[in-house]
C-alpha cells in the first residue's frame, strides 16, 4: 500500500558505497583521472591528481577538494576569460538549440543568466555529478523553472548522466528527462521542481532551514559534516509572487546565511516591460525583510562582479543575501534579446543565426567545443573527490559520534529506525473523548521520539492545530537545533518550505498545519508536493462546520472533494485516536506522497472496531450486525460524523435493521485495495447505501451509487456554535437513519 | 437560471430615491432632525440643521455636508475629549459584551482599534447608515476580520439598521446579521467578506482602483460626481500574508493616493510575540512598495497623532498611505491587554469585571450612554445630506452630459444595457477552427462595446490568455481611465483586487486570467468571489494536457472537479465559438455567482449542434441518430473534448449504432434545470454512457452511473507535443468508441 522511498533510500545508501568500494564500482577509475590545468583554479599552478585509490580518502584528495572549494570565488587568470566566454557561449547555444529544436520553450532566460550559472556550476558549487545525491553538496534551485534549459545545459557540461547530448535533443519530449520545467523525479540533479513561480525560492528556503537544522543538530566543533550552500535564482515573475515574499520574510528572519539568491533582474515580464506592473524597489524591501543585499550592475559580463558578490555573500553569516544581477534577456540574440519575445519561444532559424553571427558561433548545434568539454571534466573526478573527502570526516565522526551517527544516517538515507511504529498511541473505546487535533498532538509527541527527521509546526495556529512538539523549543536563528517551526501567517510559503525540507534529505519528514479551508492559500504548494514527491505531512484541523462560530470564511465544504481528486496525494480524515494514530503511521510510511489529515476541532468519542489497520486499507467496517456480506444497508461516513453512522446504525438495529458501518478514511488507499477486499466491504449487491460526510457531496455518488444517498453540505456553511449548524443542515443520526430507511 | 442582482439592485434605486421622493419615504423625516451641538466640529459652534424637505438638497444640506467632510481631520474640543473616551470606550464594552454572550470571538483588536475606529467612523469617513449603498461613501474594509466587533459595534453606533442591538446580542448565533467575520451578503455596511487573512487589504486595493477608475471615466472638471477614500485596517497576520504584498505592491504601482490603509501594530500574533515570526521592517517594506508610510506610536490614547495621519495620508495624491498604528491588543484588560490570550478569547467574566473597574465603565452589557448615542446620532443626518448633496450633483451632471451619465448610471446600477447580448458573437460550422481562448477574446472584445462597466487583465499572461481589450490602453497611474489592467504575476492578489472591483459597484464586471492550473495560487480568493457574491469572470486558459510542451507543473487535472465542488461558482468548458459566447452570456448574467471560463490553449473546430441556449442550460444534446429519447449510448465531453465524443459517435453510428452526444458545460447550470429536462438528455433507461474530459474522472461517476465508463486523467500530466499527450494517455475517438462498446 505504502510507496516506499526505495529509489532515494539506494541512491542516498549509494552514495556513500562508491568510494568505500570503489574497485567494484564503474565509477572508480574516475578517482585517477587528472584535473585539467585550465581549472580556472588561481592558486593551483599545476595538476592535482589523485595518486591513490584507496576506499579512504587521502590526503591528497582532501586537499583537492579543499583548493576546489576555497578557490570557488577567487577570478580566473585573464587568459582564461576567452574560454570562459566559450563556456558561457555554449550554455547559450544549448538552450538555444534545444528550444529550436522543440519549437517550444524559453530560451531567454538560459541566455541572460549563463554568466551566473557558469560561474555557480564550474567555480563555486560543490557537487558530485556521478553521485547528484551526495549528501553534503551544495544545492542549486531554478525558481524561474521556464529556463530549464540553463540547468540541463549546466548538468550536461559538469558531466551528470541524466543529461546527456540526447537528453538535451529530447527536451520537452515525451518521456525524455528534460521536460519543460525542472522537475526532480525525472532528472537527478534537479532539487525541486519548479516552473509555478516562487515556488522554487521558497523551497530554496526550506533546503537552506535543513542545511542549518541538520548542522547545528549534527556538527562538532571536530566534526562538521553538515555544511553546504543553497543557491537560487530567481526572476521577476518569482518576485512579483507573495510566496516569496512569505518565504524571504521567514528567511531573513531565521538568518539563513547559507541562503544566496540570484535575482535575474531583467526587466522583461511576458506581457513585456516590467515597467507596466513591477516598479517597485526589489533591493530595499530585501533589506526590510532582513537579506543582506548586493547589486552586480553588469550581469552580462561582469565575470568578476559576479565572483566579488558570491564572496560577499559567503562572507555574510548571519542574513540571506540577495543578489540583484542585472541582466540582458536573450543576450546575444541581436534582434530580440530585450524583449518579452525571446522570453517563451524559439528564435526562429533566421534570429538563432544571427545570433550565432552575432557571437560568434560557428558550431553546430548541440555542440560543446572541445576546449570547454575539456575545461568541465575536471568536475568529475573533482565531485568524486569532495564526496571521499566527506565520506571519511564522517568515518571518523562515527567512531567519535556513534549515536549522533546512527540517527544522522537515519535521516539522509530515510532508514527509520525499526519498530518506530510502536511508539503510536492507541485506544480503546474507554478512552476519553477528544478531538482529533488533540490526538493529533499526542500522536505528534510520540513520534518525535522515534523519528529524527521529524519537524515542522504550524501558520501561527500551533495553539488550535494543537502542534508543538513539547520536548523541543523553537527553530530560530539563535536555536536552529530546535524543531518546533514558526511560520507565522504564511501559508503558501510554509507548504513549499517544507517541500524544500522533504527534498533535502529522505528521512526529513516536514509536518505543517492550519486550518484545513487555509488548504486554499497553500494549494499550489501542496500540489508540488504531490507532483514532486514530497512526503509533507498537512495537519490540517477545524475540518468542517464542526469549527462553529468563525463561519462559512472558516468552514471547508469542498475540500475534502478537491484533495481527493488530486493525484498522488492521500486525504485521510481520521474519526478517533485510533485513526488519528493510523493515519500517521500512513503518513509517515509515504515518503513519495503527501499526506493530509482532517482532523476535528471538537470531541469525538474513541469509537469500537476503529483500527491503525483499518486505516491503512483506506476503508474498512467498523461494525456489522449483517451476515454472508448481505446488510439491509451500509452506512459510510468519515471523521466526525463517523460517530453519526455508528448512532444512527444503533438505532436501525433496534429496529432489527442488519447494518453494516463503514469508516472511509482514505479513498485513496481504499481504491488500492483489491477487487475481493473492496467487495467485502462495499458487496455490489448492497445498493442500500448511505454516506454521511460534513463537507460536498461531489464525489459521493462513486461510493453510493444511483440508488444510495449522500448525506453532505452542498452550500457555504454558516456561523453559529457547532451544534446548531449540524443540526440545521441535517448532518445527524436522525437524517442518516431516515435516508437508510428510504433507500432499503 | 442566472441569478439577478435584484437586491443589490434595488437598494442601488433606493439610494437615489431617497432625496427625490421624499415625502414619500419612510426616512424622509430623518431630513429635519437636527445635528447635535457636540458633534465634534470645531468650526460649526451651532447647530445646523434642515430647514426644507425638499425633493432637491437645499444649499444649506450641501454646506452641512461640505462641513462635515471638511472637518473630518480637524481635532476636537479639549472639553469633548472625556465624551470621546466614552464613545471608544463603548466600543470596547460593545465588543467584549458581545464576545462575552457568544463565549466565541476575538475582542482584543476592537479593545485596541477602537481610537482609530472611532475617528474613522466619527470624524473621517462620509457614509449614509440609513442607505449603505450610496455610491460615493467611503468605502470601510476590515481585513483583519475576525476584529469584527469593531465593526458591528461602528456600524451600531453610526445607525445602520443592520445592526441593532438585538443583532449585537446575537453575536455569531445562528442566522445573525453579525457573523463571526464581516460577511457584505448578511450585514449591509460590511463592503466585503473578511476574515481569511490578507483578502481585505486586497479587497481595498480593488475597492480604490474601481474609485479611481470610474472618477478618470466620469468625472467633469464642473461635476466630481465620484470622490471616495477607501480606508483598510490590517494586522500582522495580513502583512505576513503573500497575497498582501501582491496587491500593495500593485496599489503602489498604481498610486492609489485615496487608499489609506491603518496597520494595527500590536506586535501580537495567535502563537504569541510577533518576534517569534515576524521580524522584518514593514516600513521600509511599504516604502519600496511606493506607498507614503506613517507612524502612529501612540495608537491608544493619540487621537491627535491619528488624526493628524489621516490629514497627512489624504494630501498625499499619488500614492496609497499605511499608517503604521502601534496599539495594545485588549487595551484596557488589565491582565491580558498585550497577550496572545485576548485575541481569540472571551476575556472570561473576572477579566470583564476587571477591564470594567479598570476603564471605570459602570455600565450593563450592551448599553450604549446616552451622550455617546446622541453623539453618534448626527450622523443619519449627516449621512442623508451627503447622499443629498451628491444626487444634487449627479442630477446636474445628468442634465449636462446625459451619455456619460446614462452610462454611470448603469454601472452603479447594475442596470445593463439593453440587448447587450446582441453583440455577442456567433459561428457556424463553417467558421475557422480557433482555440477557445482565441474565441474568448473575440468575446471580451464585443462585450467591452456594450457592457460600460467591463475591465480586467491577466497575471502577466496578456498575450498568452488572449485578454487584451484592443480599444483600450492600460489602467496605469497616469491613465486611470484606460480598462486593460496589468496585475503582474500576482494571481492571488489579483482575484481578491477583482473581488473588491465587483464589489464596489453593481455594475462593475472584473475578469481577470492566468493559466487554469494557477488558480491554485488564487483559490482562496476565487472562493471569497462566490462566497460573498462577487460576480467575476474567471478567464482561465490552457485548461488540460493540451498546453503540452510545459509540462504537468503547467496542465491541470483535479482543478475542474475541485470547482465542480465549491459552492456557488459557476465552471464552464466551452467547447466552440457560440460555446464560449454562451458561457460569457452566463457569465456576464450571473453577478452574484462568479464564473470560471476553462480554455483550451490548442486549436478546436467549430462543432455542428452547439449553441448559447445550450449552454444556458449547462448540458444539451449536439447530435443525436436515435429516436424516442432511446439511444443506444450517450457519449458525454465537455470543452476540446467535445470534438473527441463527436468524433466517436460518428465512427460508431458508420457501425449502425444510435448515439447521442451530449456537451456537458457547466455542471451547475444541468443541475438546476427541471427532472423532465434532464431525463430528455439522459434519460434514466439508458445506462451505457461514456464521458471524455482530459481531467481527472473524479465525480463523473454521477453522470455516467455504475455501467457507465468515464475517460480521463488520473495522473499527473507529461511534458511533450498536446497530441502525443492525448495519445500516450488515452484521449482518443478510439478510446470512447471502445468504451462505449464495452458498455452498450
Redesign the interface.
Known amino acids: 500500500m505504502a510507496s516506499s522511498s526505495s529509489l532515494t533510500l539506494s541512491q542516498a545508501i549509494l552514495s556513500r558505497s562508491i568510494p568505500r568500494h570503489g574497485s567494484s564500482n564503474p565509477q572508480s577509475h574516475l578517482a585517477s583521472i587528472s584535473l585539467p590545468t585550465f581549472s580556472g583554479l588561481k592558486s593551483t599552478p599545476t595538476t592535482v591528481s589523485r595518486r591513490r585509490s584507496s576506499s579512504i580518502p587521502s590526503s591528497s584528495t582532501r586537499r583537492q577538494s579543499q583548493v576546489l572549494a576555497s578557490a570557488a570565488v577567487e577570478t580566473l587568470e585573464k587568459t582564461d576569460t576567452a574560454l570562459l566566454e566559450k563556456s558561457i557561449n555554449t550554455i547559450r547555444f544549448l538552450a538555444v538549440d534545444a528550444v529550436e529544436k522543440?519549437n517550444?520553450?524559453h530560451p531567454g532566460l538560459p541566455m541572460g543568466c549563463a554568466p551566473m550559472g557558469h560561474i555557480l556550476y564550474d567555480e563555486v558549487m560543490k557537487y558530485n555529478p556521478k553521485n547528484p545525491y551526495w549528501f553534503n553538496r551544495d544545492r542549486f534551485v531554478l525558481s524561474a523553472?521556464h529556463g530549464c534549459m540553463l540547468q540541463y545545459a549546466l548538468l550536461h557540461l559538469a558531466g551528470f548522466d541524466s543529461v546527456k547530448e540526447e537528453d538535451l535533443k529530447q527536451f520537452?519530449?515525451?518521456?525524455?528527462r528534460t521536460?519543460?520545467?525542472p522537475?526532480n523525479f525525472e532528472t537527478p540533479g534537479v532539487e525541486v521542481?519548479?516552473?509555478?513561480?516562487?515556488q522554487g525560492v521558497a523551497n530554496a528556503v526550506g533546503l537552506a532551514l535543513a542545511e542549518a537544522h541538520l548542522a547545528a543538530r549534527y556538527n562538532k566543533p571536530d566534526a562538521e559534516i553538515v555544511d553546504h550552500y543553497t543557491y537560487v535564482i530567481l526572476g521577476?515573475?518569482?518576485q512579483?509572487?507573495?510566496?516569496?515574499?512569505?518565504a524571504c520574510?521567514?528567511a531573513?528572519?531565521w538568518g539563513l546565511g547559507k541562503l544566496i539568491a540570484f535575482y535575474d533582474d531583467n526587466h522583461i515580464?511576458?506581457?513585456g516591460d516590467?515597467e507596466?506592473?513591477?516598479?517597485?524597489?526589489?533591493?530595499?524591501?530585501f533589506?526590510?525583510?532582513?537579506w543582506h543585499v548586493i547589486w552586480v550592475k553588469n550581469g552580462n559580463t561582469g565575470y568578476d562582479e559576479i565572483r566579488a558578490a558570491i564572496k560577499e555573500a559567503k562572507a555574510v553569516k548571519d542574513k540571506p543575501t540577495l543578489i540583484k544581477v542585472t541582466t540582458t534577456i536573450g543576450f546575444g540574440s541581436p534582434n530580440k534579446a530585450n524583449s518579452?519575445s525571446v522570453h517563451g519561444s524559439a528564435l526562429g532559424a533566421k534570429e538563432v543565426e544571427a545570433t550565432r553571427q552575432n557571437l560568434r558561433w560557428p558550431y553546430e548545434p548541440f555542440h560543446v567545443p572541445e576546449d570547454v568539454k575539456k575545461h568541465w571534466s575536471r568536475h568529475v573526478p573533482g565531485g568524486a573527490a569532495f564526496e571521499a573527502e566527506w565520506n571519511a570526516k564522517f568515518a571518523e565522526y562515527e567512531k567519535k559520534y556513534p549515536e549522533e551517527a546512527a540517527e544522522f544516517k537515519s535521516i539522509i538515507t530515510g532508514e527509520p529506525t525499526a519498530g518506530w511504529e510502536k511508539a503510536l498511541p492507541t485506544y480503546t473505546p474507554e478512552s476519553p473523548a477528544d478531538s482529533t487535533r488533540n490526538l493529533s498532538q499526542q500522536n505528534l509527541n510520540a513520534l518525535v521520539k522515534v523519528l529524527p527527521g521529524l519537524l515542522g509546526g504550524?501558520a501561527?495556529?500551533?495553539?488550535?492545530n494543537m502542534t508543538l512538539l513539547k520536548m523541543y523549543g523553537?527553530f530560530?536563528k539563535k536555536t536552529p537545533e530546535e524543531r518546533n517551526v514558526?511560520?507565522?501567517?504564511?501559508?503558501?510559503?510554509m507548504g513549499a518550505i517544507c517541500n524544500g525540507i522533504a527534498l533535502h534529505s529522505p528521512g526529513l519528514i516536514p509536518y505543517c498545519a492550519t486550518f484545513f479551508?487555509?488548504t486554499?492559500?497553500m494549494?499550489?504548494a501542496i500540489?508540488?508536493s504531490?507532483?514532486s514527491e514530497a512526503g509533507v505531512i498537512y495537519v490540517m484541523t477545524h475540518d468542517s462546520i464542526g469549527l462553529?462560530?468563525?463561519?462559512?470564511?472558516?468552514q471547508p465544504?469542498?475540500h475534502l472533494?478537491?484533495f481527493?481528486?488530486?493525484?498522488?496525494i492521500l486525504m485521510l480524515r481520521p474519526a478517533d485516536g485510533n485513526e488519528t494514530a493510523g493515519s500517521y503511521k500512513v503518513a509517515v510510511l509515504n515518503r513519495k506522497r503527501p499526506s493530509i489529515l482532517a482532523l476535528s476541532r471538537q470531541k469525538l468519542p474513541q469509537l469500537p472496531g476503529t483500527s491503525t489497520e483499518g486505516v491503512e486499507k483506506g476503508g474498512y467496517i467498523i461494525s456489522d450486525n449483517s451476515s454472508g456480506n448481505k446488510p439491509e444497508v451500509i452506512l459510510i461516513g468519515t471523521g466526525s460524523e463517523l460517530e453519526i453512522a455508528a448512532k444512527a446504525a444503533d438505532e436501525l438495529r433496534k429496529e432489527g435493521k442488519a447494518v453494516r458501518v463503514v469508516s472511509l478514511v482514505s479513498w485513496e488507499l481504499f481504491d488500492e485495495q483489491s477487487a475481493d477486499y473492496k467487495e467485502s466491504v462495499f458487496p455490489a449487491s448492497v445498493t442500500a447505501r448511505v454516506s454521511i460526510e460534513a463537507g460536498?457531496t461531489?464525489?459521493w455518488?462513486?461510493i453510493v451509487?444511483?440508488k444510495g444517498k449522500a448525506i453532505g453540505i452542498?452550500?457555504?456553511g454558516?456561523?453559529?456554535?457547532a451544534g446548531?449548524?449540524y443540526k440545521?443542515f441535517g448532518i445527524t443520526a436522525e437524517a442518516v437513519v431516515a435516508a437508510a430507511k428510504s433507500v432499503s
Chains 1, 2 share one sequence.
Open positions: 522543440a517550444s520553450g523553472g520537452r519530449q515525451w518521456e525524455s521536460p519543460g520545467h522537475e521542481t519548479t516552473g509555478p513561480l516562487g521577476d515573475g518569482c512579483m509572487e507573495g510566496i516569496s515574499n512569505e520574510s521567514l531573513g528572519h515580464s511576458i506581457d516590467t507596466i506592473a513591477f516598479t517597485e524597489t526589489v533591493d530595499t524591501r533589506e526590510a525583510l532582513g518579452y504550524s501561527d495556529l500551533a495553539s488550535s523553537d530560530q514558526r511560520f507565522g501567517v504564511r501559508e503558501h510559503g479551508v487555509f486554499d492559500y494549494r499550489a500540489r508540488i504531490a507532483l462553529g462560530e468563525d463561519g462559512p470564511t472558516h465544504i469542498e472533494a478537491s481527493r481528486a488530486m493525484p498522488n460536498t461531489f464525489g455518488e462513486k451509487g444511483p452542498d452550500r457555504f454558516a456561523s453559529a456554535p446548531k449548524i440545521e
